[in-house]
C-alpha cells in the first residue's frame, strides 16, 4: 500500500476501534474505491453494515473478506 492509503487505513481503524463508525465507514468505502485489497478493511465496514442492521450487505461484505483472504479471521 502507499503512504496515503496506510494513513487512511490508520485512521479508519483508530476510528473503527474507538467507535466513531460515522467517520470510519466512508474512510473504509473510499479505500475499497481505491481497488484496496486488504481484508481488514471489508471486516471492519461489514461490522459496521451489522451494528446498523444491515445484515445482508454485512454478509456479502464479510464474505467479500474471505474471498481475498480465505485464512482471514
Known sequence: MNTLTDEMLNEARENF???NYKIAEPI???LILQNTKNPEIY???ATIYYDKGQFSKAIKTFK???EI???YT
Open 69 to 71: 483472504d480465505p485464512t
Open 17 to 19: 476501534i474507538n467507535g
Open 43 to 45: 471486516q471492519m465496514l
Open 28 to 30: 473504509l468505502s473510499q
Open 64 to 66: 467479500r473478506a474471505l
